[in-house]
């Protein structure tokens, strides 16, 4: 699965980020951020812990990586992830 740079994902009205982190963190629900092309261009502490405490392979909790293909991947591997 190919990894992008997430910086070039981040649409224009969330371009600072950085403001936004604290308060996705205080939300406890799992949250990414997806751009328009399903690309993850950041995620909460919840979602971080989660992706830690199911062995996720990638410390970022999958920044850069496309969700859709992801779902996509797991579905075609799992019958019960499947719609």
């Known amino acids: 699965m190919k ?8 649409p224009g009205p969330v371009k600072h980020l950085d403001q936004w982190g ?8 799992h949250i990414a951020l997806l751009d328009e092309e399903g690309i993850i261009f950041a995620v909460n502490e919840s979602w971080q812990r989660f992706a830690q405490e ?6 970022s909790g999958g920044v850069g990586l496309n ?3 992801i779902i996509e991947d797991a579905a075609a591997q799992d019958a019960d992830a499947r719609p």
């Open 22 to 29: 604290p308060i996705l963190d205080a939300i406890p629900s």
């Open 67 to 69: 969700y859709l293909e």
């Open 3 to 10: 990894k992008v740079d997430a910086s070039d994902a981040i």
């Open 54 to 59: 199911n062995a996720y392979p990638d410390p």
